[in-house]
């Protein structure tokens, strides 16, 4: 039929021809808009995710390390315990039988100091692991946020695309630019 100077379009070579005269429509940029934010919300989740998840192993750590802490310091209190019995004894004592005691008395004063110190340490490393836990999950309020606001903007350009109304896309470019901002606020931070 194009031989008679007639020719019938398709609907594919309607919308090519379209689009070329016009350029993309709504339903495009809607779709971009929406894989980019989708690409970038995976981001956010998968980063806040890792962050939660790594306060969590340093908490289980201070956790861990103040009860060990609070082991040594039962083991200090029965040393002490121990020493003061021996004082006690040493004081009963006959005079032949005191080297005896003094002996104990001294040894476990010495296990005393050993045990003091680990103890020490232990709590300064349970201390350590809290702080690192909250350093860690300091931005995950941000990176949550964040998330929210990119998943309105996903949502508010999902109804755009159906309704065609622009005001709602614009609404969603704001939220997108709010989830976003977060996003980088988290990662300064």
Known sequence: MS??????HGADEHAIEHEAQHGPGLAQYVAIFTAVLSTLGAIVSYQGGASQNEAMLYKNEAVLKKTQASDQW???QAKSSKGHLMELAYDLAPPGKKAGYKTQIEKYAEEKKAIKKEAEALEEASRLANEHSEHVMH?????????????????????????RVRWLFALAALAA???VSLWVLALAG
């Open 3 to 8: 031989g008679d100077n007639f020719h019938v």
């Open 74 to 76: 039962n083991f200090y």
């Open 139 to 163: 931005p995950h309020h941000k990176q949550a946020q964040s998330m929210t606001l990119i998943q309105i903007a996903i949502s508010l350009a999902s109804i755009t695309a159906l309704t």
């Open 177 to 179: 630019a709010g989830g």
